[in-house]
């Protein structure tokens, strides 16, 4: 794979990153409730937004930044909280990038450049690849509609009200930035979220879209992501999705080609160097 196909491929999710940068705080709104209120309700929502078994889609992935545009074909399989497959689909030929994620490793394979990367499976490994502020658990969840809480320190409370058919949720953050999620009125899966700075402007925004029902699974078959920074605008598409039954691990941890030595991403990586 080329440097400049590497780098719109990172570039397609690093839409997802977001900074906080401190700022002057101000009383929170009239009605907010605390934190420590927020547990048993997010208990039903994660309930409401589960997925068994993993989700197996093709998806076509434009990239929008200014007037440039760019577009990406993968297969995908995804597994919550952190198990990930993806290999890119070229026009011609084999793929020319095959990642995977897993509880114990991130391995990557760059067939036209005969590379194997191997590592740890942290934000620090990924942003080699992918250049993103987020967990590898986040970037799952947001591939599958499944919506996850910031860190518990720095919420700082919450309102939640019902309008339209939909539930909302506001979740108040240090540094004055403010986390809102939509939910169904009647199923509370997720629809959409958006993130705002101290100032009330978007900083990004979220929306899911043209649902697949698995049963009484509902999973998303488009996703628009909105972001502020670079003026960026993210759509992804899928298509032939499959809900698989969990049980096959060994697609979510690639084989390292025989007679190739991988490029250790961190020092204490080559404990999983396959003999």
């Not at 839409?15 to 700022?23: G, I, K, Q, R, V």
């Not at 700082?156 to 999620?181: K, V």
């Not at 084989?255 to 991988?262: E, R, S």
Request: hydrophobic letters at 40%; charged letters at 20%.
């Amino acid at each position: 794979m080329s440097p400049s196909r590497i780098a719109a491929y990172a570039l397609l999710l690093s839409c997802c990153l977001l900074s906080c940068a401190p700022s002057r705080l101000a009383p929170l709104p009239e009605g907010t409730s605390p934190p420590s209120q927020l547990g048993r309700r997010w208990e039903k929502i994660a309930a409401a937004n589960y997925v068994p078994g993993s989700l197996q889609a093709l998806a076509r992935i434009d990239l929008q930044t200014g007037r440039v545009k760019n577009h990406l074909n993968v297969a995908l399989q995804m597994r919550h909280p952190s198990r990930l497959r993806i290999e890119s689909i070229p026009v011609f030929g084999p793929p020319d990038l095959l990642l995977s994620l897993n509880d114990k490793n991130l391995k990557v394979f760059l067939p036209g450049q005969k590379t194997f990367y191997l590592g740890r499976p942290t934000q620090e490994n990924l942003m080699h690849f992918l250049p993103l502020s987020l967990p590898p658990a986040d970037i799952v969840a947001l591939l599958m509609g499944i919506p996850t809480l910031p860190a518990a320190d720095r919420i700082i409370g919450f309102q939640e009200s019902n309008a339209d058919g939909r539930l909302r949720l506001e979740l108040f953050l240090a540094g004055r930035m403010t986390q809102t999620m939509w939910f169904d009125g009647v199923t509370e899966r997720l629809v959409g979220m958006e993130i705002l700075d101290s100032t009330g402007e978007i900083i990004q925004r979220v929306s899911y879209g043209a649902y697949h029902l698995f049963g009484n699974v509902r999973l998303p078959e488009e996703i628009t992501i909105l972001s502020r920074e670079k003026n960026t605008r993210l759509l992804v598409q899928y298509t032939d999705m499959e809900l698989i039954a969990p049980g096959d691990e060994e697609i979510f941890d690639l084989a390292i080609p025989p007679g190739m030595v991988p490029v250790i991403l961190d020092g204490e990586g080559r404990q999983w160097v396959d003999d």
